[in-house]
């Protein structure tokens, strides 16, 4: 059983950067991938980005690419994901996704086997 908690989501102008974590609780972190989906108001749960259990491949939304960074620190049990010039329409509920590290297709939100609870942000104009 792997349970995961998101923080670090908030209320952020234009162009602002935030930067999220999703602590796991887990006795193995490194056997799982790591995933960030978000879901805004009115809209289906989309992927955003995705990071190998070694960090070695990081794969990201087009939508997310060149503003955010996912990373991970497998001593601390703890995925990142790094949002830089942030825009009203990344407004969404952010949530992170273990799954098996033999994963197939990333952006598949069956793929993940355990997923938090979320944590808001909010991209004000």
């Known amino acids: 059983q792997v349970r995961l908690i998101e923080s670090g989501g908030g209320l952020v102008q234009a162009g602002g950067s935030l930067r999220l974590s999703c602590a796991a609780s887990?006795?193995?972190?490194?056997?799982?991938?790591m995933a960030w989906f978000r879901q805004a108001p009115g809209k289906e749960r989309e992927f955003v980005s995705y990071?190998?259990?070694?960090?070695?491949?990081?794969e990201y939304a087009d939508s997310a690419k060149g503003r955010f960074t996912i990373s991970r620190d497998n001593a601390k049990k703890t995925v990142y994901m790094q949002m830089n010039s942030l825009k009203p329409e990344d407004t969404a509920v952010y949530y992170c996704a273990a799954g098996p590290d033999d994963i197939g297709v990333v952006s598949r939100q069956s793929e993940y086997d355990y997923w938090g609870r979320g944590t808001q942000v909010t991209v004000s104009s």
């Open positions: 887990v006795r193995i972190f490194a056997n799982y991938c």
């Open positions: 990071v190998s259990w070694d960090g070695g491949t990081k």
